[in-house]
């Protein structure tokens, strides 16, 4: 898709926003019934626009130093009428208008994960909030859930939560379950997913699951009897229940055949309880279990529900280390899009600024998707500068840059892709950067 098509599809979504603004607004038989200087669909380009800066350069830049540019005060005023919910909804509309369902095998590739967002300190949010220890200042944390097309680049869903009240387990089954294409895809995800409750709600989609899982004895492992190597591929058809009956007990006895649920544990395709004159029920589980050294003393454990002829062991280790494509775009999501660099301090804004960055991420990278880089007579494969191309969209998205010069300006900024290159994590905590005109 060309830019300017990818452009298109952005206002229109903002505009069909704008004829329903009276939805999204939280006092829908006021708020925006007036001609203002930022009417709704206004407010919402401003903080799709929104970077790393300071509220007030953020909107300067935004009206490009004219006179007319509203206070600050006012543009929070505006933003205060939106609830988050409109920005979900531009993300969610306008990623199905870009997104190009790209292929593996004839699987669409959706890795899940999830990552903490540090907000400012507020010790009254108690669902956010954790107190210092060790010396530490307390802080505040949200947790964004993401569904992100590996082959695509981009975001196909988010759940934001409350980082005390975050529910990983849970926001992969909704995504899942909510997910409107009838297209196959094999799911990727880490270890914090490893649930029977998330395989069987990925089994019954249609779709095919590869996930890390712990190699102790704890997790999906307990209970099972698997080989002593290093090294293995093990097939399982498991049936899960939560009756204990004397023929559930016999099936126990073969230890890989037959896993007994507690009515606490959560599992959606079960009865939480059953009466001793109930039918016992089971839920039938295919899967693999996949272990493969990653290093002279480490292994990593894959479980997954693909053909073993079409996936082999070596195959399967290849298909989730793709999964670090995930990682890659929460760190571009952070720093290269100024998701840390929060204009407010209410959760709400906050919420309208993480959909907002989501919905510019993918625009960026639709964008330079459809860049043609000339790879002749060079020692590596190029590909678009992310840090570049972002601040080059969004020119093009605020009217400064004409098409085709945007593909030729991208063209310029390009970078090599050094496959297999590793290097080590050098993490240190850092705190929020937040607005502080006012406590919006």
Known sequence: MKPDKIKAALNETICSLGNFSWFFASNPQKD????????????????????????????????????????????????????PAAFEYLFSAFTKKVEQNKTYKGYRLLAVDGSDIQIPADANDMGSFYPGAN??????????????????????????????????????????????????????????????????HIQKKGWKFLIRIKNGATGITSGLVLPKEDAFDVPFQLLLTRKQSNSVKELQKGKNSCKFFPSKARFDYLPKKQKNRDAVVFFKLSFRLVRFPISDTMQETIITNLDADEFPAAEIKRLYAMRWGIETSFRELKYTLGLLHLHSKKVEF???????????YNFCESITQSVVIQQANKKHDYKVNFSA????????????????????????????????????????????VSFLYRVA
Do not use: W
């Open 135 to 200: 010396g530490q200042k307390s802080y505040n944390l949200l947790h964004l859930n993401a569904m992100y097309d590996l082959l695509g680049h981009l975001y196909v869903d988010a759940i934001l939560h409350k980082s005390r009240r975050s529910d990983e387990c849970g926001a992969l089954t909704a995504m899942v379950d909510r997910f409107d294409s009838a297209e196959n895809a094999i799911l990727l995800a880490d270890r914090g997913y490893e649930s029977y409750n998330n395989l069987a």
């Open 350 to 360: 906050i919420h309208q600024e993480i959909f907002a960055k989501l919905t510019m």
């Open 32 to 83: 925006f019934t007036r001609k203002r200087k930022m009417p709704f669909e206004k407010v919402i380009t401003s903080i799709l626009a929104f970077r790393n800066g300071s509220l007030t350069n953020e909107l300067l830049d935004v009206f490009q130093f004219d006179s007319r540019v509203v206070s600050t005060s006012a543009f929070v005023q505006q933003r205060s009428k939106i609830l």
């Open 389 to 432: 191309a972002v601040h080059i969209c969004l020119q093009f998205f605020l009217g400064r840059i004409a098409p085709p010069n945007v593909e030729a300006f991208l063209a310029r900024y390009i970078s090599p892709i050094r496959r297999g290159r590793k290097y080590s994590r050098r993490l240190t905590p850092k705190a929020a």
